[in-house]
């Protein structure tokens, strides 16, 4: 009887409902507890319930500053008192129980079944390596919608249905994987997008999501795994329609959420309908989204299929699934704030100002190995002995508890430069993110101190003898009253000052002029003001200096450049005053360059009343010539002498007009002269009185 019941169970297993496979996540515990169905989301523990976490132990406090740091302890940067206050809610985080711990890096795996349900998950035996699941790539056939389907009764054992299995792998493209030999290629090709329509045009549903929400999962271990069946007939007629059951069942103690059946039906095979609905991929894929499997549960599909072509064939179906667990964290977070007072916000040079320092954790965790580094500007010293060329202090802590306040010693230092000092102090740990803006203080403190600042505007350029305007701007920027001050400017030897200024005195010796005594109060300014005359052609440079009392000096130099110009000078005169008609008399034109530059390009033009008329020149090679109408008549009496190109210095040319009269009344003849520098024409006249003779 024994051999018999054995000999049944052996046939039993070999010709049994098929060979079925599960994939496993995580490690199953020794003993599979009753299944327990998934609370729901507003059953999930909430997350502003943090589980108490146990209290930080307490670390040393170090008595110096970092090892190998270049800063140094400030003299009286210390602790004053340090009184630990607990954190709220300290006590009763102290008391709290372990959590468990649980390492991500280790991963095992449920063994692969021989087509029956083991009672009990396999010894702590190494699993061999599991396929990695491929995050990145997205399923290429989303459902429009998740079914409901019902649960579905298990089937019964029929002989005359064929069972056959495709291999479960962890790949999102539902292709199964070859097994260890690697001798059985894939039947199924890797599953693609419709032509013309994307993956998010087919309706997402939870078996689209790559990453689970944390209130879909449990905390702990969790085993999830599927078995897939395709119990079909082992025979068919051609053009039959036959239906075939795909048995997707979860053994496991997890659910299995985002479960997709795929199933590329082979050539010989034409699709009639599914229960339920089916999603069309492209060729022959079959695509159905079940959802969620709850452990303990199965699912079925119902496919119709009508057999087109004879000869044997394989029908394989491929099914993903996506699992997860959970654990839980509670975060506390310290916060440092440095405060700082000063003595007092103005401070004399020379004398001392106190910085009264403070750390206080604000947050509700402990801060780590505190470290307060305090930085003097350079204007400040706090050990004029031995102080660090970067003026940066430091001094460390330790730890400091939710609430903890830490009042350091006076930090004293002296005041040796004027303006705006500061003490810049900033508190850091391990444990608090850098460059939080209460963890940084900065404390500005004006070192009052008078100032001297002395500007002198002229003028740039200036032509030969002519006089300069000088302004002068005497300025205390600084914030005390500066005394005495005193004010001298060096006149140069070929300037010649014009008059001195009220209140000044010039010395013909030294060339200097200097201004009497007089006081400048904080941002206050005196104005003062000179003229000299220009000499020669050269780059002048005049100094203005201001001293006053504490050492106050202030200078400044100013540069005029006096360039040459070509000074015409014309003139004028007749020989004969009074004339009758027709009788003659001489204008004689004498031009001459009276300036420090040679003139270019001379015009001599003229123009008489209609009392004379020119009857000869002189002076140059070309007589002078009158300006013409259309009709060659002259012109309103004017007349051109040909250009002179080049008159240098101190040169005079000396022209001749001889006229004749031709009426009485009072003859006048006007002489005009421009050259390349100067716009305006410089002009003479010269006039004769014409007489009717006596008897004529």
Request: glycine letters at 8%.
């Amino acid at each position: 009887m024994g051999r018999r019941f054995i000999f049944l169970v052996v046939l039993a297993l070999t010709v049994g409902f098929g060979v079925r496979m599960t994939l496993a996540q995580g490690e199953a515990p020794a003993s599979l507890p009753p299944v327990e169905a998934l609370p729901a989301p507003a059953e999930m523990p909430s997350p502003s319930s943090p589980t108490p976490a146990t209290e930080l132990p307490s670390r040393a406090t170090p008595t110096g500053g970092a090892p190998g740091s270049s800063a140094k302890k400030a003299p009286g940067l210390k602790p004053k008192s340090v009184q630990a206050q607990p954190a709220p809610g300290a006590g009763a985080r102290a008391g709290a129980a372990p959590t468990e711990s649980f390492d991500p890096s280790v991963t095992k795996e449920l063994a692969v079944g021989d087509g029956t349900m083991p009672s009990a998950p396999p010894p702590a035996d190494p699993a061999p390596p599991q396929e990695v699941l491929d995050l990145g790539s997205k399923n290429p056939f989303p459902a429009p919608g998740a079914p409901s389907p019902s649960e579905t009764p298990a089937p019964t054992r029929d002989a005359d249905v064929e069972r056959s299995q495709a291999p479960l792998a962890a790949s999102p493209t539902g292709v199964p994987a070859t097994g260890p030999s690697g001798a059985e290629n894939n039947p199924l090709p890797a599953a693609k997008e419709p032509a013309g329509q994307s993956s998010a045009s087919l309706a997402p549903n939870e078996a689209d999501e790559l990453v689970l929400s944390p209130e879909r999962l449990r905390t702990g271990v969790q085993s999830a795994g599927l078995s897939v069946e395709v119990k079909g007939p082992a025979t068919l007629n051609l053009n039959t329609p036959a239906t075939y059951k795909i048995i997707v069942s979860n053994p496991g103690t997890a659910d299995a959420i985002g479960v997709v059946v795929r199933d590329a039906l082979p050539p010989e095979l034409e699709f009639v309908s599914s229960q339920p609905q089916e999603q069309r991929g492209p060729d022959t894929l079959l695509v159905w989204h079940l959802g969620t499997v709850r452990a303990g549960s199965k699912q079925e599909i119902l496919l119709k299929v009508k057999p087109t072509k004879t000869g044997p064939f394989d029908h394989a179906v491929t099914v993903t699934m996506r699992s997860g667990a959970k654990s839980r964290t509670t975060v506390y977070q310290p916060k440092l704030r440095v405060e700082q007072s000063v003595t007092s916000a103005k401070v004399l040079k020379g004398q001392t100002v106190e910085y009264r320092i403070s750390v206080t954790n604000t947050g509700d965790g402990p801060a780590r190995d505190v470290i307060v580094r305090a930085k003097l500007s350079p204007g400040l010293r706090a050990d004029a002995s031995g102080s660090s060329d970067q003026n940066l202090f430091e001094l460390s802590l330790g730890d400091l508890l939710p609430n903890q306040h830490v009042a350091l010693d006076p930090l004293v230092a002296d005041a040796y430069l004027g303006g705006e000092q500061f003490c810049k102090v900033d508190v850091t740990s391990p444990d608090v993110a850098p460059g939080a803006e209460e963890a940084r203080s900065t404390k500005v403190v004006t070192v009052i101190e008078p100032k001297l600042a002395v500007r002198m505007v002229g003028p740039k350029e200036r032509y030969t003898d002519t006089i300069a305007s000088y302004a002068i701007a005497v300025e205390n920027p600084g914030t005390a009253k500066a005394n005495n001050v005193r004010v001298q400017v060096t006149v140069p030897v070929n300037a010649q000052l014009v008059k001195p200024p009220a209140g000044s005195k010039f010395d013909i010796q030294s060339r200097r002029l200097t201004w009497d005594a007089f006081p400048v109060e904080p941002l206050g300014k005196v104005n003062l003001g000179f003229e000299v005359r220009m000499g020669g052609p050269r780059l002048y440079e005049l100094t203005v200096q201001a001293v006053g009392d504490q050492g106050l000096n202030a200078k400044e130099i100013t540069t005029t450049d006096v360039i040459p110009l070509a000074d015409i000078a014309l003139e004028i005169s007749e020989d004969r005053r009074v004339i009758d008609v027709n009788q003659t008399t001489t204008f004689t034109i004498s031009v001459k360059n009276k300036g420090s530059k040679a003139a270019t390009k001379i015009l001599i033009s003229g123009r008489h009343s209609p009392e004379v008329t020119v009857t000869k020149t002189a002076g140059t090679e070309e007589p002078a010539r009158y300006k013409q109408d259309a009709a060659g008549k002259p012109v309103n009496g004017e007349f051109l002498f040909p250009m002179i190109e080049r008159l240098d210095i101190g040169q005079e040319i000396v022209l001749g007009i001889q006229v004749q009269a031709i009426k009485t009344g009072l003859a006048t003849c006007r002489i005009y002269v421009t050259h390349d520098d100067i716009e305006q024409p410089v002009e003479d006249m010269e006039k004769v009185r014409v007489t009717q003779a006596v008897g004529k």
